[in-house]
């Protein structure tokens, strides 16, 4: 079947990007846009972006004088609230020039991903003016944690935004480090007041996740063409294994960063499990599949309060681009892949959907016998392979030990014969001797019944020409 390859996970690139153009990555929790174009598309009327004043033609205003008046007493009530967090309205111009001088020199020479430092220099007191912005604004939204949480997402955002102003003289690199230490500082104490609100419905839509993945826990690797490597399963276990131990820890974590890090690293270790299952680069289509897997074998628990969380009080710059925008998006598509899956997408009929779902039968029973039987084969080959390996092993040791054996019955035979010989030698050299001593017993006779014939051979070639007669 030409369907079979791509059974409904593809998304482009120009699909994860943000539907107003704007050249970011887009979500599906904010209808495609990007952060920035969201929060531009909902801001509510009576913000200083729009203009309710009639135009110079005579057209009348757009909103009428009551919503008008009830937007300027809004715009009020935010005004005092900002002013509760914020402290003092004055801008940071306005504080003395060589109090910010001293202070933004600390912040250039801090390190990558040193939180520590950052604490410390933040309690300087070249930073004492940052500090107390920082505590104020903790303060007053411990204070008012009952408000809705869009309202203290809003907040945040603008503290943020606030709090860069300071550092406007700085490279974009060095901003966006200094505001990660500055959101990790936030919150981490807001965590407990803002997570899972109780203004929102995040907590039911946990649940409602949680069992739609539940139910999905039939799908097989092959149902969604993930490249998953069947023959080597039996032996080396889920290469997914890390991804899916990955996005359990997202839980686990306060800040937004260290949310978006595991994130990161799960999407990381799939595209190495996919390196491993097939020969050629993962793409995008492979990547998708994968980590819709990865979803269903894990099920995180509260995934949606995660995503929501980091989505409302994390950096726009993490979410928008980078390498960490790329798999949050990512990641929102295979949520929004699982919510809608259906049997079109799996390569199956409605009814045998619908009966996989309601348990009516079982769904894997032919997928399982097929992998028993593929991997049982596999095993079968892969053992007649290592007997065959044995067998010319053992071929191939006989023949270096018969000829081992050959090697050492020919030494053994060369030694015996060269024994033969030396043996030869001194019998003929005892001989020979006992010729000597017989001749001169018979010439001096004497003297042989004095001295012993090896005794008197051996006196003779010691005393040499030296001797004289007797």
């Given at each position: 079947?030409?369907?079979?390859?791509?059974?409904?996970?593809r998304?482009?690139q120009?699909?994860?990007?943000?539907?107003?153009?704007?050249?970011?990555?887009?979500?599906?929790a904010?209808?495609?846009?990007?952060?920035?174009?969201?929060r531009?598309?909902?801001?509510?009327?009576?913000?200083?972006?729009?203009?309710?004043?009639?135009?110079?033609?005579?057209?009348?205003?757009?909103f009428?004088?009551?919503?008008?008046?009830?937007?300027?007493?809004?715009g009020?009530?935010?005004?005092?609230?900002?002013?509760?967090?914020?402290?003092?309205?004055?801008?940071?111009?306005?504080?003395?020039?060589?109090?910010q001088?001293?202070?933004?020199?600390a912040?250039?020479?801090?390190?990558?991903?040193?939180?520590?430092?950052?604490l410390?220099?933040?309690?300087?007191?070249?930073?004492q003016?940052?500090?107390?912005?920082?505590?104020?604004?903790?303060?007053?939204?411990?204070?008012?944690?009952?408000?809705?949480?869009q309202?203290?997402s809003?907040?945040?955002?603008?503290?943020?935004?606030s709090?860069?102003?300071?550092?406007s003289?700085?490279?974009?690199?060095?901003?966006?480090?200094?505001?990660?230490?500055?959101?990790?500082?936030?919150?981490?104490?807001?965590?407990?007041?803002?997570?899972?609100?109780?203004s929102c419905?995040?907590?039911q839509?946990?649940?409602?996740l949680?069992?739609?993945?539940?139910?999905?826990?039939?799908?097989?690797?092959?149902m969604?063409?993930?490249?998953?490597?069947?023959?080597?399963?039996?032996?080396?276990?889920?290469?997914?294994?890390p991804?899916?131990?990955?996005?359990?820890?997202?839980?686990?974590?306060?800040?937004?960063?260290?949310?978006?890090?595991?994130?990161?690293?799960?999407?990381?270790?799939?595209?190495?499990?996919l390196?491993?299952?097939?020969?050629?680069?993962?793409?995008?289509?492979?990547?998708?599949?994968?980590?819709?897997?990865?979803?269903?074998k894990?099920?995180?628990?509260?995934?949606?309060?995660?995503?929501?969380?980091?989505?409302?009080?994390?950096?726009?710059?993490?979410?928008?681009?980078?390498e960490?925008?790329?798999?949050?998006?990512?990641?929102?598509?295979?949520?929004?892949?699982i919510?809608?899956?259906?049997?079109?997408?799996?390569?199956?009929s409605?009814?045998?959907?619908?009966?996989?779902?309601?348990?009516?039968?079982?769904?894997?029973?032919?997928?399982?016998?097929?992998?028993?039987?593929?991997?049982?084969?596999?095993?079968?080959?892969?053992l007649?392979g290592?007997?065959?390996?044995?067998?010319?092993?053992?071929?191939?040791?006989?023949?270096?030990?018969?000829?081992?054996?050959l090697t050492?019955?020919?030494q053994?035979?060369?030694?015996?014969?060269?024994?033969?010989?030396?043996?030869?030698?001194?019998?003929?050299?005892?001989e020979?001797?006992?010729?000597?001593?017989?001749?001169?017993?018979?010439?001096?006779?004497?003297?042989g019944?004095?001295?012993?014939?090896s005794?008197?051979?051996?006196?003779?070639?010691?005393?040499?020409?030296?001797?004289?007669?007797?």
């Open positions: 079947m030409l369907t079979d390859k791509h059974r409904g996970i998304v482009s120009e699909e994860l990007l943000c539907k107003n153009a704007c050249g970011y990555y887009g979500n599906p904010w209808q495609g846009f990007c952060s920035k174009c969201w531009e598309r909902t801001r509510p009327p009576g913000t200083p972006r729009q203009d309710t004043r009639p135009t110079n033609d005579g057209t009348p205003p757009t009428s004088k009551f919503e008008e008046k009830k937007n300027i007493e809004k009020r009530r935010i005004n005092t609230m900002r002013r509760l967090f914020w402290g003092s309205p004055s801008s940071p111009k306005q504080e003395s020039s060589e109090i001088t001293n202070a933004l020199k912040y250039q020479s801090l390190e990558p991903g040193d939180f520590t430092g950052f410390k220099i933040l309690r300087s007191p070249p930073s003016r940052l500090q107390s912005r920082c505590t104020a604004f903790l303060n007053t939204m411990e204070a008012y944690h009952d408000l809705p949480v309202k203290q809003d907040l945040v955002q603008d503290f943020y935004q709090f860069a102003e300071y550092f003289s700085f490279s974009e690199a060095q901003v966006s480090q200094i505001m990660e230490h500055v959101e990790k500082l936030i919150m981490t104490r807001l965590h407990k007041w803002v997570f899972c609100h109780d419905d995040d907590e839509k946990d649940l409602a949680q069992r739609r993945i539940r139910s999905l826990n039939w799908v097989t690797p092959q969604l063409d993930v490249p998953f490597p069947d023959k080597k399963t039996a032996i080396t276990g889920d290469p997914f294994l991804a899916i131990t990955a996005i359990i820890e997202v839980d686990a974590k306060r800040a937004p960063q260290d949310k978006l890090a595991c994130v990161s690293k799960c999407c990381q270790h799939v595209f190495e499990a390196s491993t299952s097939n020969s050629e680069p993962a793409n995008a289509d492979d990547f998708l599949s994968g980590l819709v897997y990865v979803v269903l894990a099920n995180p628990p509260r995934l949606h309060s995660n995503m929501q969380y980091v989505i409302r009080f994390g950096l726009p710059h993490s979410l928008m681009a980078g960490s925008g790329y798999y949050f998006t990512n990641l929102s598509c295979a949520v929004a892949f919510e809608k899956l259906d049997g079109p997408a799996l390569n199956l409605p009814e045998e959907f619908e009966g996989y779902m309601l348990r009516q039968h079982a769904p894997n029973d032919a997928t399982k016998r097929q992998e028993i039987s593929s991997n049982t084969q596999h095993l079968l080959e892969e007649k290592r007997q065959e390996k044995l067998d010319q092993g053992m071929d191939a040791l006989n023949v270096q030990l018969q000829k081992w054996m050492v019955n020919s053994l035979d060369e030694a015996a014969a060269q024994f033969a010989l030396v043996q030869k030698e001194i019998t003929a050299q005892a020979h001797s006992l010729v000597l001593s017989s001749s001169s017993h018979d010439a001096n006779p004497q003297e019944d004095l001295k012993d014939p005794v008197l051979v051996l006196s003779d070639q010691c005393a040499g020409p030296q001797q004289t007669d007797c």
